[in-house]
């Protein structure tokens, strides 16, 4: 696979991926392709509340698939804890994001991969999410181990500049420790992430997660590849972001409008 990538990611490619081919391809944070999207989300919260979310995003890239913009929107109800009535919680549009990514630099055994981002506060209740507008800049350097094996280390910051002033402001840094081990065929792979958190607004609370995750190309679709694929995390430490969490989701990858 590493001498796939090398094709693949430079600007002028020798010759083109295909990710209807090769799905688990679309895991690699150095490809970028036309994605179309829909996730389920499951969060175990503290004080034995819960959480449901559904998102849904699109990716259009541009450039020789070295750049891309998309965004996603969540749907959901504010948490809930124990014994609080279900009509209390109306499911409502959560805080939409819009994300530029570009790919620097590419070899057959590195990658980076850098990406702006914003949220919009746009959720429907003021229980859902932090209620400003937030700017999250971020950099990702990948490592090729071999045909099938991939680490990469993520890095961003995110930051509120605007918003009502009776909510509070937002400054967290995210370090990720990312891996993928894909299949010899690369039809399926399997995916885990170590999350630390740094809440600088916050009393510098520290909070951290550890996720894993399987994939699998279900089938080609439209010149491209339809995925599905579920995680499971669990949250560490005092500030954990929940106990635990699971979800799902499928998404269209490298797929075609025009056939």
């Not at 995210?174 to 792979?189: A, E, H, I, K, N």
């Not at 279900?218 to 972001?241: H, I, M």
Request: aromatic letters at 10%; a positive charge; proline letters at 5%.
């Amino acid at each position: 696979m590493a001498t796939t990538i090398a094709c693949a990611q430079t600007v002028v490619a020798s010759e083109p991926v295909s990710v209807a081919q090769e799905p688990a391809l679309s895991k690699n944070p150095t490809f970028l392709f036309r994605t179309l999207s829909a996730s389920e989300e499951f969060d175990r919260l503290a004080a034995n509340g819960t959480q449901w979310t559904t998102t849904v995003g699109y990716t259009e890239t541009f450039h020789n698939s070295s750049m891309s913009v998309g965004g996603s929107l969540p749907f959901g109800a504010a948490a809930s804890t124990a014994g609080s009535p279900a009509g209390d919680r109306p499911v409502v549009l959560g805080e939409g994001s819009f994300k530029a990514q570009w790919i620097p630099y590419v070899t057959s055994q590195h990658g980076v991969l850098l990406t702006t981002s914003m949220t919009v506060p746009s959720a429907g209740d003021d229980r859902i999410g932090d209620g400003k507008w937030l700017l999250t800049p971020s950099v990702a350097y990948a490592r090729f181990w071999g045909p099938r094996l991939l680490v990469a280390q993520f890095f961003q910051q995110q930051v509120s500049f605007a918003g009502p002033a009776g909510r509070s402001k937002v400054n967290r840094s995210d370090l990720d420790l990312y891996s993928v081990y894909s299949s010899r065929t690369l039809r399926w792979w399997l995916t885990g992430d170590l999350n630390l958190r740094v809440d600088e607004a916050n009393h510098d609370h520290v909070r951290s997660a550890a996720t894993v995750g399987y994939g699998r190309g279900l089938r080609k679709v439209f010149g491209g590849t339809l995925n599905g694929s579920v995680q499971a995390a669990a949250g560490v430490g005092r500030y954990r972001p929940y106990d635990y969490m699971i979800s799902g989701g499928l998404s269209m990858v490298g797929f075609q409008w025009k056939r």
